[in-house]
């Protein structure tokens, strides 16, 4: 017994004689005749009544086709579903990001990503950054989403993705407070809070590049400290804090956000996707082809 036997059994059985499944089934009427014979010569039972009327089936024909139907959808389903792994259409992909990145445009991404591919199982990691480059390598996180222009080093490939407002988080009363925008230059004197964790040390470089005026006296301060706790302590008059763009949606902290210029317009900040080249999962490009499409 072959799946083919199956097949022009229940084809005969849906349109009532062998002629008509051999239209459904693209064959000689004489095909279906003989594969319809030659199972139930293995059978020993007749699974059709024959007449000039057509291909009628018996009471074991009727037992028999609710079975082959099952298991032919089976296999057609097994089928359907091998092909959408090969594909990426379904499997499943690990995407790693640290904490700093869990609101704003990575959220919204990965939640249209999984409404358009319901099938794909698209798993979270949220760990420090060099957590995160040793999963990448080590193929644990199939790719990353980090704060930069470029990856770190040529083991990676990346494309870049969106980019965001770079911010200031002030105490409440602040004198800059009732600003609408800040510039860098107001900023020279300040006490500036920096984590010890991403993107801590992009924000630091950043305070280097814009506030290296021999006039420019800022004071950077590193704390073992989360995104949180770091506004916390803003809100308490320990200094001020550059943040992402994405920071500006917690509330009840007893800060204010502004926005950072200069002489060009608003400071932005550019997020890459980061993968290891010889990244096999299919899922993986549709997900990167996916997320560029909504950047």
Not at 28 to 52: A, C
Not at 59 to 81: K, N
């Amino acid at each position: 017994m072959e799946l083919r036997h199956l097949r022009y059994v229940l084809a005969t059985a849906r349109n009532g004689s062998f002629s008509a499944a051999s239209h459904e089934l693209n064959v000689q009427q004489p095909i279906v005749s003989k594969r319809v014979r030659e199972l139930e010569d293995e059978l020993g039972v007749l699974l059709f009544d024959r007449s000039t009327a057509g291909a009628r089936l018996t009471s074991i024909g009727e037992e028999f086709v609710l079975s082959a139907r099952r298991i032919v959808d089976e296999i057609d389903l097994l089928a359907h579903r091998a092909g959408a792994r090969r594909s990426g259409k379904s499997g499943r992909v690990v995407v790693g990001f640290y904490a700093s990145l869990s609101s704003g445009n990575l959220r919204a991404a990965v939640r249209e990503f999984r409404d358009q591919y319901p099938d794909i199982e698209t798993e979270l990691i949220e760990t420090p950054f060099l957590d995160l480059s040793a999963r990448v390598l080590t193929d644990t996180v199939d790719v990353i989403i980090q704060l930069g222009d470029t990856t770190r080093g040529d083991a990676l490939a990346s494309t870049p993705l969106w980019s965001e407002r770079l911010v200031v988080a002030l105490p409440e009363h602040h004198p800059l407070a009732d600003r609408s925008i800040v510039y860098w230059l107001e900023l020279k004197d300040e006490r500036f809070l920096i984590s010890h964790h991403q993107p801590g040390p992009e924000m630091h470089a950043l305070l280097l590049r814009h506030l290296a005026a021999p006039s420019d006296h800022p004071e950077i301060l590193t704390r073992r400290l989360s995104r949180e706790s770091i506004l916390s302590e803003v809100a308490s008059g320990e200094g001020i804090t550059l943040q992402c763009e994405s920071a500006t949606c917690l509330s009840g902290l007893g800060v204010i956000f502004r926005p950072v210029h200069d002489g060009n317009g608003v400071t932005r900040l550019g997020y890459v996707a980061a993968w290891k080249p010889d990244n096999r999962n299919p899922a993986l490009k549709i997900f990167i082809d996916a997320i560029k499409q909504q950047c």
